[in-house]
């Protein structure tokens, strides 16, 4: 595995300053840049080994603290393994931040993070990837459906709330989007029933954007975060697969 080099880095925004975490081979050269959105449990060790996994891959990955405005990571104090009996006390701390972040606000960063990401001299300045886990998966998506000239591809894991019925639904913005996309589903996901899956998919159809979705039987909400009970390793080696091949084609140069 191609060796990678990360740090914790800041990022300046319009509201402050985001901490985050960028990755990317160890070889002094630029490469294809990817944004990646955590899950609600935020940046942690297994968060960072995920896109470690993902730079080795060839390509600089920059994770930003989505909750910067609450304090940097780790904003909320996490177990090393976060089983069920756990989650209701940490959801009591972090459901109000995820509140917080509008899709206004989250979209303002969203312009930030690219920005400063294609910038950097570890980037190679062309395509840009997004992809995000969990709530990171609505991120992902509003943020190649806002910023339509800087996402070339985008993917989604275990995503919820993708085509709810409110009227700031992330899939309204099926019409703006350019970007290639993959949704990877979860199995029986209460956050994302059948029925989204099907006006989401339906609502991209319409609007002509080339994209996969898939449901991946048997694996739960979150099944790509090993520090959780909800860890399937079979599903999450599926993920590593699409993801790279929707990146390799898409990202780098001559594919």
Known sequence: MTAVQGATVDVPTPDGIADAYLTH?????????????????????????MADRLAAAGYTVLVPNVFYRHGRAPVVELPEFIDPGRRPEIFDEIGPMMQALTPELAMRDAGAYLDWLRQRPEADGGAVGVTGYCMGAVLALRTAGTYPDQVTAMAGFHG????????????????????????????????LPPEQIERLDRALTEAGVSFHSEVYPGAGHGYTQADTAAYDEQATERHWSALLDLFDRTLKPGS
Not at 43 to 49: E, G, N, Q, V
Not at 169 to 180: D, F, V
Request: charged share 20%.
């Open 25 to 49: 081979p160890d070889d002094d050269a630029a490469h294809p840049a990817v944004l990646f959105y955590m899950d609600a449990f935020g940046i942690r060790p297994h968060l960072t080994a």
């Open 160 to 191: 919820g709330g993708l085509a709810n019925q409110e009227p700031d639904s992330p899939h309204l913005l099926a019409g703006n989007i350019t970007a290639e996309l993959y949704f990877g589903h979860a199995d029986q996901d209460h956050a």
